[in-house]
């Protein structure tokens, strides 16, 4: 974090532009000892020219050995520490949907689940329902009242949801309802300090009338919630890098930490062609786009690694090429974390970057692949050096000192 | 450090096992420009085996350039940060002899040193007396007494000793006495805050009794005190990792430290093949081991490449296979610190390590080596994320953040 302490001081303005193109859960892992990752297997002409052109080398999210979630590794990307900004799903999710949150709003992310007639869980995730029969049951939710507070409840995506809480005095730190697991009960929302008691009793007192309102329902019947907090009120790319910065990013999750950080959100859809046009139409009027493609993450997370070589091979055939022909003058390509389809979870290995601009050293590294990177010049550092790294390949960074 | 800051609110549990095997010293140098090291010199199908499945690097044990004692470089090795736990030497060899350590006792390491007639040191370890005669004359030593304070004196190991000091009141920082050459007169212990002024000046006053007592003596006519210093009290691994830990360690300073950490320190032998026996009998009832082989030091502190050469193959002979057919999930093999034989002594050159679990990248390491290591895909790494990485190739962390 050395280079954050300064790179504001050291911002200078110009015309150069940067893109930050992400593929969720880049980083895998062989299925067998010795054998290839997924971004080994795939074939990848377009990131390996790039690779061989640039720079390459791999980033620790977090640290060594920690597994991120979303959230702080997008931070640690966008040049935030991510310990030091730690930050609720909930918050993350209702900047996703678009939701005007307020400063002092708690915001949680829901879960629609099933419970069986002990109230014990039986599926997290409600059997995974869609986004129209989610809508269907917060209507029926959207009448709960509770004192001296306004509370919005809205859809996500699927079995998820938001619900936020707004008026005075409420404050977390809270726990969570999602025992984490089948065959438990949801918890109470506990407070962690006594300033986080009336916010605790409020969203009890919620979820107490929910259970309610659903107990007919099937299969969701009961919710849980999910990182209870507030907005942190980060200072915004501009703000730290003098960028005019820009997120296609189809997912919500995305979107709301690109916003977060003040990123204009630009309107995309979900697929890799839908972002591409979305990144062409609006290239002339920002200087910083970070691109977002999901379902290299959701393929890991499925175990499905031929999926997520199909994926990758897409990107590359596709959207590389379409930003390529943008001539950006700095163009990132890494992942957030690794989600290797080996663990069907996020994981701890550091991650594939390769940094192609005009000013790279040849480093031997000609293919993008994490045995690739492990012999490039950028060598195994912490993500966020890579907002320093661009900025400084941009010609967006003055001399430190005389 | 920063994976430190979140570990222990990661900790998850479950039946993994993990085994840190610890050759001290284990790194060298080169006799002569471009030659090979100790342990590229040694014939280890073993651990060559082990790295060509595994992942491989180089970690410093406090930080590039420094050369660490084994206390803080141990700390490290467990995830304690070794410059905000400083430990002294003489709690160390207390609790690695099994002294019973109140929290408030000062504790020093002595030595048996020779002196000539001007009071110059001419023997730092006193033709290193063996622990009988050692023993023969702390009966000397035992009648000394000091006011206020009791008095224990007690035999290590050849010319080694502890002094603890019991009593209230007492308090470091303190000096050492050993002036680290030849020639040079034992210097005074000197209190570095007024609160130490009484310890120092008891300690000086036992030196001066112990001076005048062993005055007739041959060749242990003096003695040295080093690491003056309380129990820090640090949190222990089950508290930092939630792990049940044990050490397989046959000499008192590594029995020390790893009992500092909150180990089990399991009965064994100095052998490796008592080493070996100790684990295979203990293996059920833990969830990490800590196993430790000094001899490799020993060698490389008298300068014997060959015999540290040896003590290599043999450990990749006997400890290796018998730690490999207890199939630990993650198996780590490293030093402490490298003492190469071309230096005498400890020295502040990166340790090669090699990490071998189901969840391992290939890399191109296909020899445990120093040379081979640089090529590793672990890079180069402070110890301190040994454990984080250990831990996470133990699935034993969960996500950070959502």
């Not at 062989?30 to 377009?46: F, I, W």
Request: charged share 20%.
């Amino acid at each position: 974090m050395t280079s954050q302490k300064i790179i504001s001081q050291l911002v200078v303005s110009n015309t150069t532009k940067i893109v930050l193109l992400i593929l969720d859960g880049l980083g895998g892992a062989p299925m067998h000892p010795g054998g290839p990752t997924e971004l080994e297997t795939a074939h990848t002409p377009n990131l390996d020219a790039l690779a061989a052109d640039g720079i390459c080398g791999l980033h620790d999210p977090i640290a060594p050995g920690i597994t991120p979630g979303s959230g702080p590794s997008h931070l640690a990307l966008f040049g935030y520490d991510p310990l030091q900004h730690q930050i609720g799903r909930g918050v993350l999710e209702s900047l996703g949907i678009g939701f005007d949150l307020h400063s002092d709003d708690m915001a949680a992310r829901g879960n629609f689940c099933t419970v069986d007639e002990n109230g014990l869980i039986i599926d997290r995730r409600a059997g995974r329902i869609p986004t129209e029969k989610a809508t269907e049951l917060i209507q029926l939710l959207r009448p709960i009242t509770l004192p001296d507070v306004k509370v919005f409840v809205e859809p996500v995506k699927d079995y998820r949801f938001i619900l936020v809480l707004r008026g005075e005095g409420l404050s977390g730190p809270l726990t969570e309802t999602d025992p984490q697991r089948l065959g438990a009960a949801p918890l109470p929302v506990e407070a962690l300090s006594p300033e986080a008691e009336r916010a605790a009793a409020l969203f009890n007192q919620w979820v107490s009338h929910a259970r309610q309102i659903l107990a007919d329902q099937r299969p969701a019947n009961m919710v849980t919630l999910r990182g209870l907090d507030k907005n942190p009120g980060l200072p915004s790319m501009e703000a730290m890098y003098g960028l005019r910065a820009a997120a296609v990013a189809g997912y919500p999750m995305y979107r709301g930490v690109a916003k977060l950080v003040g990123m204009e959100v630009l309107p995309t859809g979900e697929t890799i062609e839908e972002e591409a046009n979305t990144l062409e139409a609006y290239w002339p009027d920002y200087d910083f786009f970070f691109v977002h493609v999901k379902k290299t993450d959701s393929a890991g997370e499925d175990g499905d690694f031929e999926e997520k070589v199909t994926i990758i091979e897409h990107v590359d055939r596709t959207l590389v090429p379409a930003i390529v022909q943008l001539k950006p003058d700095v163009l990132v390509v890494t992942g957030d974390h690794s989600t290797p389809a080996l663990l069907r979870s996020h994981s701890w290995h550091p991650v594939p970057i390769l940094l192609h601009s005009p000013y790279c050293r040849a480093d031997p590294v000609k293919e993008f692949s994490e045995r690739g990177c492990v012999s490039g010049a950028l060598g195994r550092f912490p993500a966020t050096d890579i907002m320093p790294l661009a900025m400084a390949n941009a010609l967006r960074l003055a001399k430190f000192g005389a």
